[in-house]
Each structure stands twice: as structure tokens, then as C-alpha cells.
């Protein structure tokens, strides 16, 4: 007899049938290494729920494109999910809830902004969720601002003298916010008439003896600026380094000056005051010269100041413009300054200094245009791929990464802005965030951006002294940005363009060559139906914790990229791939992480067009470990069995023309309820399909399957088949020795 078994090392399509490492095989399908050392049937899926209570119709156009957990503060988690309305088509947020969830006309709310919807079908509007600061982030468009929104779904209307509790809702009935309850006192009452509630996210509100705090708004809304820029002022003889911005004061499209002592005025003149308010000569007396020393301002609109023989008349803020340096040097000498113009990208020489004007400084700080890829760190959340061009204003652009300020998604400053190898012709595609540790110096954190053939790593935030920019020596970057996952003792796994690869903050390095004509095609034995073309950039990515595995998903044999059906796991203890066939399509899959539930983690799919949502295999705290069964399939009714398939390592002469005899195969393992096995013989060039063996059953469900089978020849390798949970722990070849001793890879 000569045994196979052990199978530690998983999958390695790469390596030759007759020179497979020990403890590999060449291919299989469905089994996975949860009991070590064997080959265990996957455990197939259950279902969370489907819009309606039923499977959808193929095509019907309903592409789960995100699910998630919710968890805010004061909100019972349940499942939220972005789904496409086919009827739009638009993108609609949705409840999701157990069993069966109602879809589109219990969607909370759509992703249009100004009216105008995100694209649907397109790869550079693919939604997706994160929460930060007890709001939940919706990104995923490059020209479509992030949206926000609190989670709240069931809030009532404000009522007058009402016993409140801590974490209660309503809806602001005039802004349409939502308020929640953070404090009460006495006996927790409302007051007698309606408060005026703040209208910023975060701001408070004192009611008699209820305090209200604003979520925000009831239903996804776009992130919004309130962060005020302020540059200073020209000035004579001042130096500025490139770069530099400056705020100019104009009103009604003229230059406004600055005030002067003992300064000539005429009618009409104007000047930008020390409140930024713009003040207008209206009369003048004597010599109309201004007074020796600067005038208290007025500053209501409308109001008069005198200043000596000047009277000025307040006439409202003034329009600032930016101006940056793009060449540094030292301004005028003055007083008054060049000839700014307001109209943008001009520019004026102010001595040996050229200024360009940027925009206006209100339009300078608007939110990011929009966010392909978005992630939390250092307690402030940061978007990159922004826009599909660069904008004027250097703000949004595909190779730029913008930071929030802290804990507050509604408040961007236009100075935190970088470009990330911004001439390389490349975009930025994906984020994530890492930690580096070396041997006696604390961790400190990162944040990675990866471009399609770059990694670039960043320390410290806009503004600190440790912040830089360095781009890592490797040429490999990301392809798929769903595919990214941070897993713990590796690094940041990802899909390059030369397979799944592993960044740990120094190195990046391959780690798929055994499964890489799976992804890229074999045309040496030509068995293998590699990725669809076209569909790599929306492979996906997730985790199970049963055993710790990475998962990558991608699209085999489907027209539609979206539709994803070959997962490749890679066990992270015992560093093996497998790969699990789905007889259903996904869009999506994500690993869920309830707050305070231990180790209770799931791992959801959503359908591509069937509006299952299903949990994956032994990840589902409702799915028995023994119950081998792919839930909700639309073809072939509710359930159907897992089929699994492992083909074995070669047998053969030690010497290229010895040949072999062979007897039979044993087949040794467990059943773990009912199924099927049958096996198919390849010797040489001969294959004989579909042989059943005869089963001898042993305690604790142990069997052994043998297949008598007489043949002759030099190389010899089986295919089985099962159906059904089950284990393979081993196999026997019942070979007669030849002049040589067969050889087996095992």
C-alpha cells in the first residue's frame, strides 16, 4: 500500500501532478482543512433573509452592493444594506431584516445628491459603508461627496411635558434632525413649548430638563463643510515660500485695499477692515485724510464709522480669494497691494513673488467632491480617489487623499490635502491602516495607499511633525480594492497584478503562486477556467475566524463581472489554500463584528441579483456544523448539497519507463451524514469516470471505500466525488511493485 494523506499544505495548481509537494494536491473543489490533517466538506450556507421572503428571478438587477452592521450608541444593531433599485436605476439604503426585508419600498433613503443619482454599473461608483464618530459613512463614488447619516429609523415627533430616557429619538420637526436623549435630570420632562434644536451635528439643546443632542439628519445625507479657512492677509515686504496662500478681500469684483494712516480718500474707495468686513468711503471733509491710528470698526451692515475726515460705511463681509505663491520670494513694498483680479487660475507678479489665484476661499473648503475609497484613522476619517481629474482649486483629483479634522466627518480643511505620486498616470486604489512595531520602540500607527503598481505609506496626520509620505520598494499596488483586508501577524493582504500579495510594513511579497492558474489561467494542462477578463477589479475580500482564513472571491464563467462564485480561502495557521465553488452569485461578502459578542462573528454574502442575504457556511450561529447544504439556490430550489471533489497526487515508477500495476484505492475517512462518493481513474491517457466504490462502515462513522480497479501503466492519479458532509483522512493505492518501487507524492 502506498498512502496518501496528511493534506496540511492545501491546494498547489501550480506545481506539476507528478511532482506535488508533500502534504498538496493538484486540484479540488469544496473542501476546506478545518479538521487538520483532512479534507472536510464545506459547509455551504445559510440564509438571513430575501426581499420578500423569496428568491428573486435571475437578472432581476437587485446587486447587493454592501452590507453592514450597525452599532451607534443608543441603536439596537441590526443589518443595513445599499442595494440597487433596477427601476432607476439608483442606490438605495435599505433595512434589512431578518428573514424577510422589504425592498424598494422600505428603502430609508436613495444616493442622489442635487438631485442627480450615483451612477449605477460603473466601477468608480461602488458603495460602500464604515462607521465613524456614531455616524455611518457611505462612500464609494469618485464624483459623488461621501454621504452620512445616524441610523435612526424610528423616531417620533417632539411632545410637550414628556418623561424622556436616556438614548430616546425624535425628529427635530423644523431642520428634520435627528435629537437624541444624552441627559435628564428632575423628573426628565420636556418643556412646554417646542425648544429651538441645534441645527449642527454633535451641538446640544437644553429642554426644561431634557438635554437633546443632533445625530443628524433621518435619512443618508451628504457630508457637509463647516470648517472656516483662514490665510493671512498681504502685506508688504513679507516673505512666502511656494506654495503659500494667501486670502485677497474684493467686493463687487473690485480689489479692496487696506487702511492707512494719515491716508487721501475719495468717494467710493474701499478697503477690507479688521472684522473682514468691507468698508466704503461716502463722505469726505477738509483734506479727506484718514485719522493717525486705526477706527473702532462698526459692524453691523450699514452702519457709519469716522475716521477722521473719512466716514466709512460698513458694507457686508468681503469675498476672499486664494492666492498661492507659485513662486516664492518677498512681497511688494507697498502700501497698497498689486493689482489681484478675481478672476481664477490668473496671476500677478507682486515683486519677485507670482501669485495665482486659486478660487474662492468659501469654495475652498467644500467637502471632497467624492470618495472611491475611504477609511478611519487617527480618529479622523480620510477619503482618496476623489474626483476622475484634477479640480482647479488642487483639492480633488485621482491621485488625492484628503483628511477630515478630528472626530468630525463635516469639517474638511483645504490644507490637508496631499497628492500621491501624482504623475505616475495611475490612480489611487484603496486604503488601509496598519501598524508598525520594531523591537523596543512603541507601535506607532499608519495609513497605507495603494496605487495600481505603488504602495505608499503614511505616519502622522496633516499638520504633525512626523508626517510623511514614503512610498514603499516594491512595484506591486492593488487591483481590487475589496480584496484588501488587514490580517493580524501578515500584514495588509491584498490583489496585485501579479496575485495575492501581503505588505507587513517593510516587505511585500506574494503569497498565491498555488492557486495562480485559478487567476490567471494554465495553458499547460488547459483543466482550469481562470477569472473572467475584465471582472479582476471586483473580486472581494473578507475573513472567517473558524479556523482564521483570508478570503478572496472573484467571477468565473459570468458575462456579468458583479457575479462571484469561486472563493479562494487561505488558512492562516496552516498557510494553505482551498477553494469553495458557490452554486449562486455573489456582489459581496463581509465579515461582521458585533460589538460585545465574544467570538459570535458571521460572515454575510449579498446576491447579485437574487436578494439573498446569506451567511457563509459555519460562520452562521444557525447553521450546524453537519448540515452540508447550499441555502436559497435559485435553479435548483431551496437547498442542494455540497459536492466536493479532490483530485489525488500522481502515482508512479521511480524511472520514467517503469511501469505500475495497480489493484485498486482505498479511500479512508467519516461520514457525517448521507451522501455519495464515486471516483474517476486516470492511468496514462485513460480515464474511467464515475466508478462507485464499495463501502465497509467501521465505529464513529468511520468508512473505507474501495474501488477495485486493474490497470497497468506508469502514471496513475484518481478524481472523487462526494456529496454530502463528509471527511477524507487518507488514501491507499494498492499498487504491485514493478522492478522499481512506485513512487507517491504524499
Known amino acids: 500500500m502506498l498512502p496518501q494523506r496528511k493534506f496540511v499544505k492545501g491546494l498547489d495548481a501550480s506545481t506539476p501532478y507528478n511532482n506535488q509537494p508533500v502534504g ?48 451607534v450608541w443608543g441603536v439596537t444593531p441590526y443589518y443595513i444594506g ?55 459613512i457611505i462612500y464609494g463614488s469618485q464624483g459623488n461627496s461621501p454621504f452620512t447619516w445616524n441610523g435612526v429609523i424610528s423616531a417620533g415627533a417632539w411632545t410637550a411635558n414628556t418623561v424622556m430616557s436616556l438614548g430616546d429619538f425624535i425628529v427635530d420637526g423644523v431642520t428634520l434632525n435627528i435629537q437624541q436623549v444624552i441627559a435628564v435630570t428632575g423628573d426628565a420632562k420636556t418643556g412646554a413649548v417646542v425648544p429651538t434644536f441645534a441645527t449642527n451635528i454633535g451641538d446640544t439643546t437644553t429642554d426644561n430638563h431634557v438635554t437633546w443632542i443632533n445625530r443628524g439628519l433621518e435619512v443618508p445625507s451628504p457630508i457637509t463643510n463647516s470648517f472656516i479657512p483662514v490665510y493671512p492677509q498681504w502685506s508688504p ?101 498689486p493689482q489681484f483680479t478675481d478672476t481664477v487660475t490668473s496671476t500677478v507678479q507682486d515683486s519677485n513673488i507670482i ?38 482649486d488642487k483639492s480633488d483629483g485621482p491621485t488625492v487623499l484628503r483628511m477630515s479634522d478630528l472626530n468630525n466627518p463635516n469639517s474638511w480643511n483645504p490644507i490637508n490635502v496631499a497628492f500621491i505620486g501624482k504623475d505616475d498616470g495611475t490612480e489611487i486604489t484603496g486604503l488601509a491602516t496598519f501598524t508598525i512595531a520594531e523591537t523596543g520602540i512603541t507601535p506607532t500607527g499608519s495609513l497605507v495607499v495603494f496605487k495600481d503598481y505603488a504602495t505608499y505609506q503614511i505616519t502622522g496626520v496633516f499638520g504633525a511633525s512626523d508626517f510623511a509620505v514614503i512610498q514603499a520598494q516594491t512595484d506591486m499596488g492593488c487591483v481590487a480594492s475589496d480584496t484588501i483586508q488587514f490580517l493580524p501577524g501578515y500584514g495588509i493582504a491584498r490583489l496585485t497584478h501579479n496575485g495575492p500579495a501581503i505588505f507587513d510594513g517593510v516587505r511585500d511579497r506574494l503569497f498565491g503562486e498555488q492557486i495562480r492558474p485559478f487567476i490567471f489561467g494554465d495553458d499547460e494542462e488547459g483543466d482550469i477556467t481562470p477569472l473572467t477578463p475584465g471582472s479582476i477589479a471586483y473580486c472581494y475580500g473578507a475573513q472567517t475566524s473558524f479556523p482564521p482564513m483570508y478570503i478572496m472571491v ?97 502515482v508512479y515508477g521511480k524511472n520514467t519507463s517503469d511501469k505500475i500495476t495497480m489493484r485498486g484505492i482505498y479511500v479512508r475517512g467519516k461520514l457525517l451524514n448521507t451522501g455519495q462518493m464515486t471516483i474517476d481513474i486516470v492511468m496514462d491517457t485513460t480515464k474511467v469516470t464515475g466508478m462507485q466504490p464499495n463501502y465497509f462502515l467501521g465505529n464513529n462513522n468511520e468508512f473505507e471505500a474501495y474501488l477495485p480497479f486493474e490497470s497497468e501503466g506508469k502514471t496513475v492519479y484518481a478524481v472523487i466525488h462526494a456529496t454530502g458532509a463528509g471527511e477524507i483522512h487518507e488514501i491507499n493505492w494498492d499498487i504491485e511493485e514493478g522492478p522499481t518501487s512506485p513512487t507517491v507524492m504524499a
Open 24 to 71: 498538496t494536491f493538484p486540484r479540488s473543489s469544496n473542501l476546506v482543512l478545518t479538521k487538520r490533517g483532512a479534507l472536510r466538506a464545506f459547509s455551504g450556507s445559510s440564509t438571513y433573509s430575501l426581499n420578500g421572503g423569496a428568491l428573486l428571478p435571475s437578472n432581476s438587477g437587485e446587486v447587493i452592493e454592501d452590507i453592514f452592521l450597525l452599532q
Open 82 to 136: 445599499i442595494i440597487v433599485d433596477p427601476a432607476g436605476p439608483t442606490f438605495k439604503v435599505c433595512d434589512i431584516t431578518a428573514v424577510s426585508y422589504t425592498f424598494p419600498t422600505g428603502a430609508i433613503g436613495q444616493l442622489a445628491q442635487g438631485g442627480n443619482a450615483w451612477p449605477v454599473g460603473v466601477l468608480s461608483c461602488r458603495p460602500k459603508m464604515l462607521q465613524f464618530n456614531n455616524q455611518i
Open 237 to 337: 515686504n513679507q516673505a512666502f515660500a511656494a506654495q503659500a496662500i494667501i486670502q485677497v478681500a474684493f467686493y463687487s469684483g473690485a480689489l479692496a485695499g487696506y487702511w492707512q494712516a494719515n491716508q487721501t480718500q475719495a468717494s467710493n474707495n474701499i478697503i477690507v477692515d479688521s472684522n473682514n468686513n468691507i468698508q466704503q468711503v461716502t463722505a469726505v471733509t477738509g483734506n479727506a485724510q484718514t485719522g493717525a491710528g486705526e477706527p473702532q470698526w462698526a459692524v453691523a451692515m450699514s452702519s457709519t464709522t469716522t475716521d477722521n475726515n473719512v466716514t466709512w460705511t460698513n458694507q457686508g463681509p468681503a469675498t476672499f480669494y486664494n492666492f498661492t505663491a507659485i513662486q516664492g520670494g518677498t512681497t511688494g513694498q507697498g502700501p497698497q497691494p
Open 355 to 392: 501669485w495665482q489665484n486659486t478660487g474662492l476661499t468659501s469654495n475652498s473648503a467644500l467637502p471632497p467632491r467624492g470618495a472611491k475609497y475611504a477609511i478611519v484613522y487617527a480618529g479622523a476619517l480620510w477619503v482618496g480617489n476623489t474626483q476622475a481629474y484634477t479640480t482647479a
Open 554 to 650: 472573484g467571477n468565473v464563467g459570468n458575462s456579468n463581472v458583479r457575479a462571484l462564485n469561486r472563493m479562494f480561502l487561505y488558512d492562516l495557521v496552516l498557510r494553505a489554500w482551498i477553494i469553495v465553488d458557490l452554486p449562486f452569485a455573489i456582489s459581496m461578502i463581509r465579515q461582521i463584528r458585533q460589538q460585545g459578542s465574544g467570538i459570535a462573528l458571521n460572515v454575510v454574502m449579498g446576491g447579485t441579483w437574487d436578494g439573498a442575504v446569506r451567511y457563509l457556511g459555519n460562520n452562521s450561529p444557525t447553521q450546524s456544523s453537519t448540515n452540508e447544504l447550499w441555502r436559497d439556490v435559485v435553479t435548483a430550489g431551496d437547498t442542494v448539497p455540497v459536492s466536493s471533489s479532490l483530485q489525488t497526487p500522481s
